[in-house]
C-alpha cells in the first residue's frame, strides 16, 4: 500500500502557538516513532508507539511535547507554546511490529517558529 | 547506551570513482545495523540492513556495507558513483529485540558528486 504519510508538510508559526502534526503509518505496521532533525544534524529519537501505547516518553524534549496515537493508525505530535528552539523537521516511521525491524520514514513535517 | 559516529560531515567524490562512507557504533550487544539516505526535501530511505548471518550486505543502488565486529564499524561502499547519488547519508543501530529508544542515528555524511 502506500508509505508513511505527514501532514502539513510545512507549518510555519509564531512563537508561543500550539501546533499539531499528524502521521499516517504504513496499513498494518503496528509501531510507529516519531524523530526530530535539526539543520545540519542527525535525527534525534522522540518517541515510539506500539500499537496506541507509548511505554517511554523519556525522549520528549519537554512537557510542552506530547504525542497519542489512535488504535494503529493515525499519530499526532503537539507542540504547545511553541519556541524558536523547535524548529526542526519532524518525521515519521512506522514499522511492521516493534523492534529494530526497518522502518520506512514519512517526508516529514518542516516546523518554523517565528 | 548506543551510539554512531560518522566521522566524515562531507565528502566529494568524481562521478565515476569509487565511494566509502565510513560509520563506527558502540553497543554492547549484537547490534541492527542500517545505512539510510535522504535527498533534498525527501525523507529517508532504506538501502540496507545488517542483522545477522553475512558481514557484506547487498543493498539498493549498487550500495553494499560490511559489517566488522572488531572494528565496530558498518562502512558502506559503492564502486562507481553517479551524480544521483549526490546526498545526506545515515548510519544508524538498533537494538536487538528492538526497545524505546528507536533507532540511533549518525550526524550524517553529505555526500559531493563532482562532475
Redesign the interface.
Known amino acids: 500500500g502506500a508509505g508513511v504519510s505527514q501532514s502539513p508538510s510545512n507549518k510555519v508559526t509564531e512563537k508561543g502557538k500550539d501546533v499539531e502534526l499528524r502521521c499516517d503509518p504504513i496499513s498494518g505496521h503496528t509501531a510507529l516513532y516519531w524523530y526530530r532533525q535539526r539543520l545540519g544534524q542527525g535525527l534525534e529519537f522522540l518517541i515510539y508507539f506500539q500499537g496506541n501505547s507509548a511505554p517511554d516518553k523519556s525522549g520528549l524534549p519537554s512537557d510542552r511535547f506530547s504525542a497519542e496515537r489512535t488504535g494503529e493508525s493515525v499519530s499526532t505530535l503537539t507542540i504547545q507554546r511553541t519556541q524558536q528552539e523547535d524548529s526542526a523537521v519532524y518525521l515519521c516511521a512506522s514499522s511492521r511490529t516493534r523492534g529494530a525491524y526497518e522502518q520506512y520514514f514519512g517526508p516529514g513535517t518542516r516546523l518554523t517558529v517565528t | 547506551a548506543q551510539s ?1 559516529t560518522q566521522p566524515d560531515i562531507h565528502i566529494t567524490v568524481s562521478e565515476g570513482a569509487s565511494l566509502e562512507l565510513r560509520c563506527n557504533y558502540s553497543y554492547g550487544a549484537t547490534p ?1 545495523l ?1 545505512w ?1 539516505v535522504q535527498s533534498p ?6 538501502l540496507l ?1 545488517y542483522f545477522s548471518g553475512d558481514t557484506l550486505v547487498q543493498g539498493i543502488k549498487g550500495f553494499e556495507a560490511e559489517f566488522k565486529r572488531s572494528q565496530s564499524s558498518f562502512n558502506l561502499r559503492k564502486p562507481s558513483v553517479h551524480w544521483s547519488d549526490a546526498a545526506e547519508y ?1 548510519c ?1 543501530v ?15 555524511t553529505h555526500l559531493i558528486i563532482q562532475p
Not at chain 2, 538498533?94 to 550524517?108: C, P, Q, R, S
Open positions: 554512531v541492527y542500517f539510510y526535501g525527501q525523507g529517508l530511505q532504506l540492513k545515515f544508524a538498533g537494538a536487538e529485540g528492538g526497545g524505546a529508544d528507536g533507532l540511533t542515528f549518525g550526524k550524517g
